[in-house]
């Protein structure tokens, strides 16, 4: 087993940032000004596989909106919005590791812009998507084959998954 399937297999947390991962990153804003976005089904049953096999996740966003909120549980799971920058989303994925007895190392995120890599950088697994930025590709453990929104959530659950042995169904 390479130093990457070991990183997958020791994952007891997901963790990522909401737009970028679970959408393409656009917002749709009608003329009453009420967003939505676009987000995968398929992420959210990859999700809920994790869920059913104890592996718990974290969305953890920059902004507060009321579509974030409801995709998150609708989904279950937990979700932090409104913060402000890298280091206050470390500051809640080290609060959240401590609450669950985890260690950063056995923590996986997803993020895909500047304002990920303070956690990027201390997570046991670090994630980007395709089109993340090509900073956050520079420095990342894996870029994921899909795009933002476009399945990447899946992909990682799958993979976090097989390295454990279990098998993918729901």
Known sequence: MDLLDEKFRKVKLLSMDFDGIMTDGCVYTDQDGKETVRCSRKDGLGILMMLKNNIDVVVISKEANPVVSARCKKIKAECYQKVEDGDSKLSILKRVANNKELTLDEIAYMGDDLNDIAVLK??????????????TKKICDYVTKAKGGEHAV??????????????LSF
């Open 122 to 135: 201390e997570v046991g697994l670090s994630i980007t998507v395709a089109d993340g930025h090509s900073y």
């Open 154 to 167: 899946r992909e990682i659950c799958e993979k976090i998954l097989i390295a454990k042995n279990i098998k």
